[in-house]
């Protein structure tokens, strides 16, 4: 058992903030939007990602370096037609999204909610502070944030811990409806296998770290042996690493084929590849034409192109 104190759980978590990946952190700077599609609204397909949870193929993240304006960034995506909200307990942003839900006249059953709990320790406690800062009965998908086994933010793979109490939690929680799906986020090959040992509800999905230029090809492959979803996040890269997208001549190339922006090039790929995608936007110029991917179709000899252009594995940030 744990014997963390509540006031200590919260500082830890909020500590944790600054040891997990910022999930839509930009690459810095996005490139001018294209023209919006027709009707200036987004139509976005759902996938079924569990028995009866159908999610919206991409999502708005709130997180990382624009959490700030998170009730901007819910605002404007749920004027275009989003409907999928990406959050997570260190965030410290939870009650705006809810608040930005509810001024712009949604159903909360018309709402498709991610959130987060910080890692696989105290499941229960940072359960119930996601629904109570949320207001919500129930969370859509709620995802283990990191494989960390404590406040001190260590890796469980090297505290030889698994994160089975944290998973029996999280599978109760869905038992009685409070958790619609449940998955995780930043796991590789070795902190799945020995949660798929014991779990009797087999992640709905993983969320990593996942763009043309970035991409890990064995946690990938892992996850969808095992049918477990991968979502992406930073989608478009991220600052300081993930390549540039925006300027790689070959991505420019396709774009200038089909007429349309790198980023929707990048979007495009990761769907093409049976992906969900979690981005981030302030702007919802840029929301609009970065979601505005399914007016056109990569050819075989395209993907393998981008395919190609990895310039080196996806590092996680625990």
Not at 22 to 34: I, K, N, R, V
Not at 133 to 160: E, R
Not at 219 to 244: M, V
Not at 293 to 318: C, K, S, V, W
Request: net charge negative; glycine share 8%; with cysteine.
């Amino acid at each position: 058992m744990e014997s963390f104190s509540s006031r200590k759980m919260m500082a830890s978590a909020v500590a944790l903030a600054v040891a997990i990946t910022l999930h839509g952190c930009g690459g810095g700077g996005s490139p001018p939007a294209p023209p919006p599609p027709p009707g200036g609204k987004l139509h976005l397909p759902l996938r079924e990602i569990a028995p009866g949870v159908n999610m919206p193929v991409i999502s708005i993240g709130v997180g990382g370096l624009e959490s700030k304006e998170a009730a901007t960034i819910v605002a404007n995506w749920m004027k275009l037609g989003g409907r999928g909200v990406d959050t997570a307990f260190v965030y410290k942003d939870q009650e705006v999204v809810a608040k930005a839900i509810k001024d712009a006249g949604m159903d909360r059953k018309d709402v498709f909610i991610t959130s987060k709990i910080p890692g696989c320790f105290n499941a229960s406690f940072f359960v119930e502070q996601d629904l109570k800062q949320l207001g919500t009965d129930y969370i859509d998908l709620l995802l283990i944030h990191s494989p960390v086994c404590n406040d001190d933010f260590q890796n469980c793979s090297a505290l030889k811990w698994d994160c089975s109490a944290t998973w029996v939690a999280l599978e109760s929680y869905l038992a009685v409806g409070k958790l619609k799906s449940i998955g995780v986020s930043n796991f590789k090959r070795e902190h799945l296998e020995p949660l798929l040992a014991f779990a009797h509800v087999v992640p709905a999905v993983n969320q990593v770290q996942l763009n043309v230029l970035e991409h890990d090809d064995d946690t990938i492959a892992f996850s969808k042996a095992h049918n477990i979803i991968i979502e992406a996040y930073s989608p478009l890269g991220r600052g300081n690493h993930s390549g540039d997208i925006a300027g790689n001549k070959q991505i420019q190339h396709i774009a200038s084929v089909y007429n349309v922006s790198t980023y929707q090039i990048a979007m495009r790929w990761l769907f093409q590849h049976g992906h969900i995608i979690t981005f981030q936007s302030t702007s919802q110029a840029h929301q609009l034409a970065d979601a505005d991917i399914f007016g056109f179709n990569l050819t075989a000899g395209e993907m393998q192109m981008l395919d190609d252009l990895r310039d080196h594995p996806a590092a996680y940030i625990m």
